[in-house]
């Protein structure tokens, strides 16, 4: 076993690859030598389970692991009651869409801390969070891992603390760090193999070891403003970072096993690969 390495969503390689609907994804996914896709619901779960079922056989068959991202407008940390409600609903119809696809990972915002402190938007997720958890149990999906992220605005909840105390409350939910929205929120300070380093022991610390070695990742380098992140960049961007180098040599040093989906501008494809070969390089 070893770390994955795909897009989140088609870059501009896959259409000069010829794609021309969700069904070709697999192939093309295995063609540029990548072995992870994340399938990209921030608009809407508009997928029907025939599609997903057969986008998941394909999937399989070219042994590519899927994974979901839930749509952008869930907001746990809402204090509408009727917005964190409809945001359990949009959970569970992310649930049972990846779990057609064969995939068993759903990536979530937490939402917007408002006007609310800090701690009263985390308390108000938290809740959604054990919601959300009983509504995939009942409907027979607790094995589908909600995968809370790493937000990269100054307003948003989900900094690195939060997500970890969301992550303490179920051995099922499993962190995604975004670490172009780490290093966007702290104004270029996650940017080094010490704080690298240093995400990756609190994960091992705070959740065990199997969720820091099986951890979901996003990467990509990320403009940032005083608000935080403001534009996801390309690899080629020599201004803003982070550096993806350091993290492949601490997943190779630590054998870690992790998912890690590439958000770069239109290249997220030929940026995965560039963080997949650069890590195989390393296990040599």
Same mark, same amino acid.
């Given at each position: ?33 990548? !072995? ?5 619901? +921030?608009? @809407? ?17 070219? !042994? ?75 409907? /027979? ?38 670490? /172009? ?26 959740? +065990?070891? !199997? ?15 005083? @608000? +935080? ?35 770069? !501008? ?19």
């Amino acid at each position: 076993m070893s770390a994955i390495f795909g897009p989140a969503g088609c870059s501009e390689q896959y259409m000069q690859l010829g794609y021309k609907g969700s069904l070709d994804i697999p192939r093309i996914t295995k063609e540029v030598g990548l !072995d992870a896709f994340e399938y990209q619901c +921030g608009r @809407g779960v508009n997928i029907g389970e025939e599609k997903a079922r057969a986008l998941g056989k394909l999937a399989n068959e070219a !042994d590519v692991t899927l994974s979901l991202h839930a749509p952008y407008y869930i907001s746990m940390s809402s204090v509408e009651e009727e917005k964190r409600l409809n945001s359990i609903n949009y959970i569970l119809s992310s649930a049972k869409a990846v779990d057609f696809m064969g995939g068993n990972r759903i990536i979530v915002h937490t939402g917007s801390c408002g006007k609310l402190p800090r701690d009263e938007a985390l308390k108000l997720a938290m809740n959604t969070m054990e919601l959300s958890l009983k509504a995939l149990q009942d409907a /027979g999906l607790s094995h589908i891992h909600i995968c809370p992220e790493t937000m990269g605005k100054i307003n948003q909840l989900g900094d690195f603390n939060e997500v970890m105390t969301l992550c303490e409350m179920d051995k099922s939910l499993i962190p995604c760090i975004d670490f /172009g929205h780490l290093n966007a929120r702290t104004y270029g300070q996650v940017n080094s193999k010490d704080a690298f380093k240093y995400i990756i022991e609190e994960m091992g610390n705070r959740l +065990g070891e !199997d969720r820091m070695k099986h951890f979901h990742s996003h990467f990509s380098k990320i403009e940032w403003t005083n @608000g +935080g992140e403001k534009k996801h960049l390309t690899f080629a961007d020599s201004v803003f970072g982070p550096n993806f180098e350091p993290l492949m040599e601490l997943i190779a040093e630590y054998s870690l096993e992790p998912t890690i989906i590439c958000e770069s !501008d239109n290249t997220q494809s030929q940026d995965a690969l560039k963080m997949k070969q650069y890590y195989l390089e390393r296990l040599k």
